[in-house]
């Protein structure tokens, strides 16, 4: 039963986000096996200058070790 959250900055369209979620349902059927019912993903909007505090300090930093894919930028 995966569940992805995906947090990214406002200013998606509803389009691009259902795009976005059904590629994302794609890629896990595919490489984990799973069928479409079994899969769910959110996405969050999170405003630039709660960036820092809300997803860097609380789910990046501290959760470093379960990242597969770490973000190529820093937040100061």
């Given at each position: 039963m995966p569940h992805v959250e995906v947090k990214c900055?406002?200013?998606r369209t509803e389009e691009q986000k259902r795009k976005c979620?059904?590629?994302?349902?794609k890629a896990i059927m595919e490489t984990m096996g799973c069928d479409e019912t079994s899969v769910s993903v959110?996405?969050?909007?999170?405003?630039?200058d709660d960036w820092k505090e809300k997803v860097?300090?609380?789910?990046?930093?501290?959760?470093?070790?379960y990242l597969y894919k770490k973000p190529g930028y820093s937040v100061q």
């Open positions: 900055y406002p200013g979620a059904e590629k994302i349902t959110a996405i969050k909007e999170i405003e630039k860097w300090d609380k789910q990046i930093i501290s959760e470093e070790e």
